[in-house]
């Protein structure tokens, strides 16, 4: 396990050298990154300091359970306790991130060894689960890149109803709960996934009687399942008040087909691929949006898939299941875009609680990529067993010892050979290096509730993560979608400062406006802070590159 771990690790920061020299930088399109790096703090500091109220945010104020507005990150809370400001914030993402793609590499790795893959199989299975060429185009979501407690959940549970071992049995469910705390987006179609093994194995002992679970097997499923469930619905609540008051936020059919991915996605390779990127650039350019339709899992992964699945160490039971799930999870990640998703998208969306909530089909590649990531190190196995038979078929006609040179030779073999598929599959998950950054810093005023201009998508953002030092109360925000309250309300402020304005804001509570100049060209704002103010309830003050504006303030013609 300490090995495992160790060149996990080691791959990792291989495969990401900038980022790990990097840890305080951002890469140029940093939105989401500054957005799940607030979430990170955020956690943190609400479960220290208002843990009955966690879902209620310093941003989108005064709106409630705005941490429900995107899945959450739950379960990444304890790397927000320490550390503070966005300096921390943006250190304790970069270090999560790497942690994201170590753990599903080690993850993965140890499945494939419990499905009966030798160990250098299973680091193959690992790898081309762990970097994925899938998963260059999520560098900004953690929540699809932490998809290690997939792998861990089933490696648990496998072993543990194998050997009998009831702790194993809690424990993978407790991953199982780990990923939904993580985020629905995975977390609900794994909880899927595990009623429909239950139910095939289910079946399979059936139809081969076996002996049955012992008493504390079935008090550590019944205790494990219980987990699950209670966190799961626990968490739900939120989430069901937000589409309850906010009717913006639901997932429509036209939204999900917007996004559901072609069926030539899947030679699509994320834009950030160093080897496959330029070669799929015109498909690329075929989609509506590539970053959530880049569904390429490499031509490496794919041969040795193929082997895997004719042949190797699996039996035929693993090898239909496999080749079922990958297959199953394909059709699912293209949507709507699949005879119009009438009996496999569309039928989980109407009738299966939790799937409305998904964003994108295309994150569900994530479980086809892990079947054909176990596939491959299979197709690994197949090809060692070939090459030692070939070498021992030669080494006897060649040479009557057979304590020569051909059995060096075939030793030497069976190490290259999984070493060089093994570079193979890394190489095609490599991307390209991001052009790293100091982050933007900014103290915000310490007024509160407050508001920032100019308010949208691309500056929303950067607010939120400037809050991390404090957390004030800001009307701002920017997540899975834009309130009604905070869309109206950039509406309705392009005029600011104006008596209509003013008013509007100190109606609803707002103290403070803050304007920051340079990074309002472009916008209704660019001039707003030269706008006369004579009479207006407010005072205004100029530091630097931002305007404060102070509603509590007497007119400014009595001052």
């Not at 994201?100 to 689960?129: D, K, M, N, Q, T």
């Not at 699996?314 to 496999?322: A, F, K, M």
């Amino acid at each position: 396990m300490a090995a495992l771990g160790f060149l996990a690790c080691l791959l990792t920061v291989v495969m990401n050298p900038s980022l790990t020299a990097g840890l305080g930088k951002l890469p140029a399109d940093a939105a989401d990154r500054m957005f799940q790096s607030w979430q990170l703090a955020w956690n943190g500091h609400g479960l220290l300091h208002q843990p009955l109220d966690f879902f209620d945010s310093n941003a989108f104020w005064p709106l409630e359970n705005s941490v429900a507005f995107s899945d959450a990150l739950i379960g990444f809370t304890p790397a927000g306790l320490f550390g503070s400001g966005p300096e921390a914030a943006l250190v304790r993402y970069n270090l999560v991130f790497l942690f994201c793609y170590a753990s599903a590499f080690f993850a993965a790795s140890l499945l494939g060894r419990e499905i009966g893959l030798g160990w250098p199989a299973a680091l193959v299975a690992g790898a081309a689960f762990g970097f994925a060429p899938f998963r260059l185009a999520h560098y900004n979501h953690l929540h699809v890149l932490a998809s290690a407690p997939i792998p861990l959940t089933l490696f648990l549970l496998l072993r543990g109803y194998r050997r009998a071992r009831p702790g194993m049995v809690i424990a993978g469910f407790a991953v199982a709960t780990w990923q939904v705390s993580i985020g629905f987006t995975l977390g609900v179609p794994l909880a899927y996934l595990l009623g429909l093994l239950a139910v095939v194995a289910g079946v399979s002992w059936r139809r081969k009687p076996r002996p049955a679970l012992g008493r504390p097997m079935v008090v550590a499923t019944v205790a494990g399942l219980g987990l699950l469930v209670a966190w799961s619905g626990a968490q739900a609540v939120p989430y069901l008040r937000v589409l309850e008051e906010h009717p913006e936020a639901e997932r429509t059919t036209d939204y999900l087909r917007f996004y559901s991915p072609p069926l030539h996605s899947f030679l699509v390779a994320p834009a950030e691929s160093l080897l496959w990127g330029e070669p799929t650039g015109g498909l690329r350019e075929q989609v509506t949006w590539a970053p959530e339709m880049a569904l390429f899992p490499g031509v490496t992964v794919l041969a040795l898939a193929a082997i895997g699945l004719v042949s190797g160490p699996l039996s035929t039971r693993w090898r239909v299941g496999l080749a079922a799930g990958a297959a199953g999870s394909a059709v699912l990640a293209l949507g709507y875009s699949f005879f119009g998703g009438a009996l496999t998208y569309n039928l989980l969306y109407e009738l299966a609680p939790g799937w409305q909530g998904s964003r994108t089909p295309g994150r569900l590649f994530t479980f086809t990529s892990l079947a054909l990531a176990l596939l491959a190190g299979a197709g690994v196995s197949a090809l060692r067993t070939r090459n030692s038979r070939t070498g021992r078929s030669g080494a006897g006609s060649a040479s009557p010892d057979p304590a020569g040179p051909a059995r060096y030779r075939r030793r030497a073999a069976a190490v290259a050979l999984p070493a060089v598929l093994l570079l193979a599959v890394l190489a095609e998950g490599l991307g390209r290096p991001p052009v790293l950054a100091d982050p933007p810093l900014r103290a915000l005023a310490s007024d509160e509730p407050q508001l920032h201009l100019p308010s949208d998508d691309f500056n929303d953002f950067v607010y939120m993560f400037w809050s991390t030092a404090g957390f004030p109360d800001i009307v701002n925000g920017y997540s899975g979608f834009t309130p009604a309250l905070l869309g109206n309300l950039r509406t309705d402020l392009r005029s600011f400062p104006d008596a209509g304005t003013v008013a509007r804001l100190k109606e609803l509570g707002v103290r403070t406006v803050v304007l920051h100049v340079d990074r309002a060209a472009g916008t209704p704002w660019a001039g707003a802070h030269l706008q006369p103010v004579e009479g207006l309830p407010l005072s205004r003050v100029v530091e630097g590159q931002t305007v404060r504006f102070d509603l509590d303030a007497a007119p400014a013609e009595a001052r």
